[in-house]
């Protein structure tokens, strides 16, 4: 069976790591986004992720061959959870694992990036006033060969409903 990169349940990180399947790794890189209680001046109280699944999970597995390659590591993983999540809930988790850290960190940060810039998963924000709005995320990037800024511009269109 194909391993899951998309989950409408709840993500474990444990049964990522693979701890003992690459003994010639000395570093492994860890990334867990969860939910916050807010955003850009307003109070979060949940949010929903929703995704063009078969084009998102197409996406993600490039992005972790991709990243493969261009690092050097043998194993990267990303699962993005879908669905309603509320405030502390994991959202997204990438893993790497490398012989040396450094690999390990620019590998993961690469991937998650890549992941938020290229997936077509929309994120919702319900906030505690009873509106809600669609975050935009970064631009889709045909360029994974660069790393984005580390900071992002995210714009709100805000529903009432």
């Not at 307003?42 to 949010?47: A, I, Q």
């Not at 077509?120 to 994974?144: H, N």
């Amino acid at each position: 069976m194909e391993r899951a990169v998309l989950s409408h349940d709840p993500v474990s990180v444990e049964p990522l790591l693979e701890l003992d399947a690459h003994p010639e790794c000395g570093g492994l890189a860890l990334f867990v986004g969860t939910v916050r209680d807010h955003h850009e001046g307003r109070s979060v109280r949940h949010l929903k992720y929703t995704a063009h699944e078969p084009l998102a999970e197409k996406i993600i597995r490039d992005v972790e061959a991709a990243t493969r390659e261009k690092y050097g590591v043998p194993y990267v993983r990303v699962v993005h959870r879908l669905g309603d999540l509320s405030i502390g809930d994991v959202a997204i988790v990438c893993v790497v694992r490398a012989p040396h850290r450094a690999e390990a960190f620019d590998a993961c940060r690469y991937a998650v990036d890549a992941v938020k810039h290229g997936a077509p998963i929309w994120k919702e924000e319900f906030y505690t006033d009873g509106s809600s709005a669609f975050v935009e995320g970064c631009c889709i990037r045909d360029d994974l060969d660069e790393t984005p800024p580390p900071s992002h511009r995210h714009h709100s269109h805000t529903s009432h409903g």
